[in-house]
């Protein structure tokens, strides 16, 4: 799951990628309103947290020109500020949630959580395609009830098939969303290709069905039909 860390305070942004990277989350970071904005609009993101107080802008700007657009992304307003009308501005632009500084950054993970999980499983605790479950909060995949041993990007593949099951999905998008915004300097694809074939190859080995139809010249589709 990729998440986007809008904060200026270089100290604290360092301290949120590190702990989110470490419970299993892929973390980009901008430090001014300028990158912030530009990475928002040429890169998907399954949850930003965002600072209202931002060099050369407003953190509540970014969130209303989201809104706009209709992302569905989950956002969490974490200010210095604990002014009631701010939060409910952010609330009213469409944020999911506001954390005042300072904050535990394990408060910050549970809150992620629990909007990812909300967003992507309806509340549940697990996501299911067929025989295939996935339990976020293990970190977990299972096909038929066994594990299946993924490396961090099968994991993360799988998942991303998931959430756009019955979806064409481009190879520039699944680079994306493993690599992050890195994703623009690479030469090929091919690294692409190995973890869609290992991914085959695991879920097949538990008697599992290959959903994962190439699309030449495209992408990929993960679908029933």
Same mark, same amino acid.
């Given at each position: ?28 970071? $901008? ?7 530009? +990475? ?39 200010? $210095? ?74 994991? &993360? ?7 756009? +099951? ?8 699944? $680079? ?6 890195? $994703? ?5 694809? &091919? ?35």
């Amino acid at each position: 799951m990729k998440l986007l860390l809008i904060e200026d305070e270089s100290a604290l942004s360092q301290s949120m990628a590190n702990y989110l990277t470490k419970a299993g989350y892929h973390c980009e970071t $901008a430090m001014d309103f300028e990158s912030a904005q530009e +990475k928002t609009l040429l890169y998907s993101y399954d949850c930003i947290i965002v600072d209202l107080t931002l060099p050369g802008g407003n953190g509540l700007d970014i969130i209303g020109k989201l809104k706009q657009v209709n992302s569905t992304v989950g956002i969490i307003i974490v200010s $210095a500020k604990n002014a009631l009308e701010d939060r409910l501005k952010g609330l009213e632009l469409g944020a999911d949630d506001y954390l005042t500084k300072p904050f535990h950054l394990s408060e910050l993970n549970a809150r992620i959580h629990s909007i990812l999980r909300r967003r992507l499983q309806g509340g549940s605790t697990k996501i299911s395609f067929q025989e295939i479950t996935i339990l976020p909060q293990q970190g977990q995949a299972l096909v038929n009830n066994e594990p299946l041993i993924l490396t961090r990007s099968e994991y &993360d593949l799988l998942l991303f098939f998931i959430y756009n +099951k019955e979806r064409i999905i481009t190879k520039e998008s699944v $680079a994306e969303h493993l690599l992050g915004d890195s $994703a623009d300097q690479i030469d090929s694809f &091919d690294f692409i290709y190995s973890h869609v074939k290992n991914l085959r190859r695991k879920i097949v080995e538990k008697g599992g069905k290959d959903y994962i139809q190439s699309r030449y010249g495209v992408g990929y589709k993960f679908s029933t039909s």
